[in-house]
């Protein structure tokens, strides 16, 4: 450790961290909903990892391990707040009522609105199983709870989705080239959502 | 007409979308902040820690 510009350890987990930024912020938006918060968030794990190395346990999947941290940090500092309720399906129903121009961007906007109104538990399980593949297990391992929890819940964010936009004819076609543009609009907005 | 078929699809596109609207936000560039923050860490190790 004399000069910075030594060549990095490729065992020391701390330069590995660096690696899995983008995943954590991309996880932490799907549970904040607002690209500010999310990164607050990303700093707040970063500080409690570096802290907390100790619990690593080298050749594990770091990813999970940061992962724990952050879902961890999200639900206790949301827990001092309370200010964040699982959302009642009215606002869901209220944010699509609108009904979208047979346009791709809008329809994005309504997927990931549809996205964003599911509850925060179900948004977290397709976060880590459909969106960063991890397996039931290990999601189930990160959330503390039953591997048949996360199955549900993913089946239940899944089925909810297919719900909210089959109503609304939601034309997928056009959506996937959309979805950049919809993930950063809705980070933009997400605030007045949440609000 | 299918409607089990259709929703299978859906399922499938969902899980898709999902899977790409992660991915673009994971590829994202790393704000400074966070770069800098991993940066002070690791100074304040070395510092506390001293050599070795």
Not at chain 1, 153 to 161: C, E, K, P, Q, S
Request: aromatic share 6%; glycine share 6%; proline share 4%.
């Amino acid at each position: 450790m004399v000069k910075n510009n030594e060549p990095k350890d490729p065992q020391d987990p701390r330069e590995e961290i660096v690696t899995h930024l983008g995943p954590m912020r991309a996880f932490a938006l799907s549970l904040t909903r607002n690209g500010a918060e999310a990164d607050d968030l990303v700093q707040e794990s970063l500080v409690k990892a570096w802290k907390n190395l100790d619990s690593f346990t080298p050749g594990t999947n770091m990813q999970a391990w940061l992962f724990t941290i952050l879902r961890n940090s999200f639900y206790s500092s949301r827990r001092k707040v309370a200010r964040e309720v699982s959302d009642p399906d009215g606002i869901a129903a209220g944010a699509l009522a609108e009904k979208p121009a047979h346009d791709g961007r809008l329809a994005m906007n309504d997927f990931m609105a549809a996205f964003q109104n599911l509850p925060v538990e179900q948004r977290e399980a397709l976060s880590l199983v459909g969106a960063s593949g991890f397996s039931y297990e290990e999601a189930a391992d990160m959330c503390g709870v039953a591997v048949g929890t996360i199955k549900s819940r993913v089946n239940r964010g899944r089925a909810r989705l297919v719900e909210l936009l089959q109503s609304e004819g939601v034309d997928f076609g056009d959506m996937t080239d959309r979805v950049t543009e919809a993930v950063v609009n809705a980070a933009g907005r997400s605030g007045g959502v949440a609000a | 007409m299918d409607e089990k078929k259709e929703k299978d699809a859906l399922e499938e596109q969902i899980r898709e979308n999902l899977q790409r609207a992660f991915m673009e936000k994971a590829q994202e560039n790393v704000p400074d902040r966070f770069m800098s923050l991993l940066a002070q860490l690791k100074e304040q190790d070395e510092a506390s820690h001293g050599e070795e």
